[in-house]
């Protein structure tokens, strides 16, 4: 063999030999590379997974928060419901009270009407019933009279003489 091609096989080899060397260093350095870059990017969406969790446990404590108000809405509309009930019972059994009373008082009234030698008759009862009518509805605003008496004697004395304040 000629040295001339000998030298140029030789060179090839060299040449073959260094290829290889630069192919396997540049691949480590792309494999450390691509490497680096995927922790990268497993930080980044660990990241991205911790906001969201966070973001996640932020709603469900805003909705146990919204819960938490609705049950106690619904526990003060269920006590303003039952407050409710009890005040119209309340109502009731004051407004039978009340009718008792009156009751009492018209019956008290024609009791007087009986006794009272000034008051005559039918026209009188009427006129009674007319005051006590009267009465009533002043009742409802306060005294008329200004004594402390809503069936002031000034009343009396009109239903005894036949007249009418209407």
Same mark, same amino acid.
């Given at each position: 063999m000629n040295s001339t091609v000998l030298w140029i096989l030789v060179a090839v080899v060299v040449v073959i030999v260094i290829a290889v060397i630069v192919f396997f260093v540049t691949r480590g350095r792309r494999q450390a590379a691509q490497t680096e870059s995927r922790r990268n990017e497993a930080n980044k969406l660990r990241d991205e997974a911790r906001e969201r969790d966070l973001a996640a446990r932020e709603r469900e404590a805003e909705a146990l928060r919204v819960k938490s108000d609705a049950q106690r809405a619904e526990a003060d509309a269920e006590?303003?419901?039952?407050?409710?009930? !009890?005040? %119209?019972?309340?109502? #009731?059994? !004051? $407004?039978?009270?009340?009718?008792?009373?009156?009751?009492?008082?018209? =019956? %008290?009234? %024609? $009791?007087?009407?009986?006794?009272?030698?000034?008051? =005559? @008759? /039918?026209?009188?009862?009427? *006129?009674? =019933?007319?005051?006590? #009518? $009267?009465? !009533?509805?002043?009742?409802?605003? @306060?005294? $008329? #009279?200004?004594? @402390? *008496?809503?069936? @002031?004697? /000034? =009343?009396?004395?009109?239903?005894?003489?036949g007249e009418s304040r209407l």
């Amino acid at each position: 063999m000629n040295s001339t091609v000998l030298w140029i096989l030789v060179a090839v080899v060299v040449v073959i030999v260094i290829a290889v060397i630069v192919f396997f260093v540049t691949r480590g350095r792309r494999q450390a590379a691509q490497t680096e870059s995927r922790r990268n990017e497993a930080n980044k969406l660990r990241d991205e997974a911790r906001e969201r969790d966070l973001a996640a446990r932020e709603r469900e404590a805003e909705a146990l928060r919204v819960k938490s108000d609705a049950q106690r809405a619904e526990a003060d509309a269920e006590a303003a419901k039952v407050k409710a009930e !009890r005040l %119209r019972q309340e109502s #009731t059994e !004051r $407004r039978s009270d009340a009718a008792s009373v009156r009751s009492e008082v018209d =019956d %008290r009234l %024609r $009791r007087a009407d009986e006794v009272d030698p000034d008051v =005559d @008759g /039918r026209n009188d009862v009427a *006129n009674r =019933d007319e005051t006590v #009518t $009267r009465d !009533r509805n002043a009742d409802a605003v @306060g005294d $008329r #009279t200004g004594d @402390g *008496n809503a069936y @002031g004697a /000034r =009343d009396r004395n009109d239903a005894a003489s036949g007249e009418s304040r209407l």
